[in-house]
C-alpha cells in the first residue's frame, strides 16, 4: 500500500493507582502511537506497548524502528514481517495494526448503523496490596457486572490475597492469579497446593521456563497458563508438546501483532490480555478476540479476556473507543478500528 507519511508519537497514560505487580511499580504507562497515512488522506492508527520492565525492547528504539518506515513510500504485511525491515515485536504490532486499520477504513469510510461489533467478556485486573484492600477492589469491579478476577501475585500475602477476595465475592466468581514468572519452582508448587482449596481458574506463568512449568502443571490441580514464554507459534508448539501449559494469554505487542496472536491460538487454547495498552491497542486486541470467541479456539471461549484494563488509567487520548461496561468491552462502531483521537489529549501525553 502507497504510504504518505508516517507520525510516530510516544506518550503515556498515568494511573489513577500505583500499578503494583511481582515486576515492580508504574506509576504511567509508556506506549507509541503510530499513523500511517495514505495518499487519498485516510489514516490507520497503531500502537506499540515495549515491555521494558519485564526485559523488553525500550521505547526509544521502538520509536526509532517505526520512524525508519518513513523512509519507505510503500508498506504491506510481508514487508513489515521480513528480516529486511527487522522490527522488533511492539514496533511490529503498531505497524502491521496501523496496515490492518487503514485498510479496514478504506473498505468501510462510513459506519454502518446497526451493525455492532459483539462485545468482549473481560476479567477485573486486581493491582497487588493487602488482603483487605484488594478484596475491596474486587468488590467495587464486581459491582460493575464482573465475573472474573485476576489477582497480581508474587509480592507477598500470596494466599492472604487469594482468601480474602473468595470470601468477599463467593464461590460463583471465577478468580485466577498470575505471578508473572517471579516464583521460583519450589515456591510456584508450594503456593498453588495453598491455593488449590480456593478453586482456582488458572495460574497464569508462575514461572519463568517451559521445563518449570511443565513440572508445576503436573503438581497442581490448577491449570497453569503460559503469558512470558509464549511469544510465537513454535513457543506454543513446544509448550503442547512438553505439557507445560493448557492454555496461553496473548498480548498482541509482546508476539507481534493480530496475525501472530491468532497463530499461536491455533496451537494453544487462547485468551488475550493487555500490555496496559492505550485506546489502540486495546481496539485491535478486542477484535482478535472476538475473532478467538467466534472461532471457539480449543474451548477456550469461555474465558474472559483480559481488555478491561484502560479502568486503570486516569485519563485517554481517544475521543471514540472502546467502552467497558458490565464486564463487558464494547468496541466502537466504526470502519477499521473504529478509534478516534482527541490531538489535544495526544499533545498533553506526548512524552
Known amino acids: 500500500m502507497k504510504i504518505a507519511s508516517v507520525e510516530v508519537i510516544p506518550y503515556a497514560l498515568p494511573f489513577r493507582a ?13 506506549m507509541v502511537l503510530l499513523r500511517l497515512r495514505s495518499h487519498d488522506g485516510l489514516v490507520g492508527l497503531g500502537e506499540a506497548v515495549p515491555l ?144 488449590e482449596q480456593f478453586d482456582i481458574e488458572l495460574a497464569e506463568q508462575p514461572v519463568s521456563t517451559l521445563e518449570e512449568a511443565a513440572e508445576v502443571s503436573a503438581a497442581t490441580s490448577i491449570p497453569i497458563a503460559g503469558d512470558e514464554s509464549i511469544e510465537s507459534r513454535a513457543d506454543a508448539t513446544r509448550a503442547v508438546a512438553m505439557r507445560a501449559f493448557e492454555l496461553t494469554g496473548i498480548k498482541l505487542s509482546k508476539v507481534g501483532g493480530p496475525e501472530a496472536a491468532i497463530e499461536i491460538a491455533e496451537v494453544l487454547p487462547s485468551f488475550i490480555t493487555s500490555a496496559l495498552d492505550g485506546p489502540v491497542g486495546i481496539a485491535a486486541a478486542a477484535q482478535v478476540a472476538q475473532t478467538l470467541d467466534a472461532a471457539d479456539r480449543g474451548g477456550a471461549h469461555s474465558l474472559a479476556h483480559g481488555l478491561a484494563t484502560q479502568r486503570l488509567f486516569s485519563s485517554t487520548i481517544a475521543s471514540v473507543e472502546c467502552e467497558v461496561r458490565d464486564g463487558m468491552l464494547y468496541p466502537p462502531v466504526g470502519p477499521g478500528l473504529g478509534v478516534e483521537i482527541d490531538d489535544s489529549a495526544l499533545a498533553a501525553h506526548r512524552i
Open 18 to 30: 500505583h500499578y503494583v505487580t511481582a515486576r515492580g511499580q508504574l506509576d504511567r504507562r509508556e
Open 52 to 195: 521494558s520492565m519485564r526485559g523488553g525492547t525500550a521505547l526509544t528504539r521502538v520509536v526509532k524502528e517505526l520512524e525508519r518506515l518513513g523512509e519507505r513510500d510503500s508498506l504491506d504485511e510481508a514487508t513489515l514481517s521480513g528480516e529486511a525491515v527487522a522490527l522488533s515485536a511492539p514496533a511490529r504490532c503498531a505497524a502491521l495494526t496501523a496496515l490492518l486499520d487503514l485498510r479496514g477504513r478504506r473498505a468501510a469510510p462510513g459506519a454502518s448503523p446497526g451493525s455492532e461489533p459483539a462485545p468482549v467478556e473481560c476479567n477485573a485486573t486486581l493491582v497487588a496490596g493487602e488482603p483487605a484492600v484488594v478484596a475491596a477492589d474486587a468488590l467495587a469491579w464486581a459491582e460493575d457486572g464482573f465475573k472474573t478476577f485476576k489477582l497480581k501475585l508474587g509480592v507477598g500475602a500470596d494466599a492472604g490475597q487469594v482468601k480474602a477476595v473468595r470470601e468477599a465475592l463467593g464461590t460463583e466468581a471465577r478468580i485466577r492469579v498470575d505471578a508473572n514468572a517471579a516464583w521460583d519452582l519450589e515456591t510456584a508448587k508450594r503456593t498453588l497446593r495453598e491455593l
